[in-house]
Nanobody, 117 residues
Framework: QVQVVESGGALVQTGESLRLSCTAS????????VGWYRQPPGKKREFVAA???????RFAGSVKGRFTISRDNAKKMVYLQMNSLEFEDTALYLC???????????WGRGTQVIVVP
């Protein structure tokens, strides 16, 4: 069973930076696309960023230019570097990973990011 665990969430002020980490354990398969979603308070889950196995990236328009995503394939880890944080970035951030062989997708439980003025 694949376990996905996020970490790095915190309470920060607007304009500050934060780095989220995600680790996937229990999978013998390489990972295909991995990414981050977020769920703001009282709102639906939304896409944030993703990175393919060949390191191609894509971002939501609201974070493009402020967030970067990277991965360490050997460690099966994914990182989300968030700069110039805004109040609207407040959300539960969830990591998702897709196994290359099975195509199965797994989700973590999330890490909370709170941005205050």
């Amino acid at each position: 069973q694949v376990q996905v665990v996020e970490s790095g969430g915190a309470l920060v002020q607007t304009g500050e930076s934060l780095r989220l980490s995600c680790t996937a354990s229990g999978s013998a398969s390489r990972l295909a696309e991995v990414g981050w979603y977020r769920q703001p308070p009282g709102k639906k889950r939304e896409f944030v960023a993703a990175i393919s196995s060949s390191s191609g990236t894509r971002f939501a328009g609201s974070v493009k230019g402020r967030f970067t995503i990277s991965r360490d394939n050997a460690k099966k880890m994914v990182y989300l570097q968030m700069n110039s944080l805004e109040f609207e970035d407040t959300a539960l951030y969830l990591c998702t990973v897709k196994e290359e062989v099975s195509g199965a997708t797994y989700w973590g439980r999330g890490t909370q990011v709170i941005v205050v003025p």
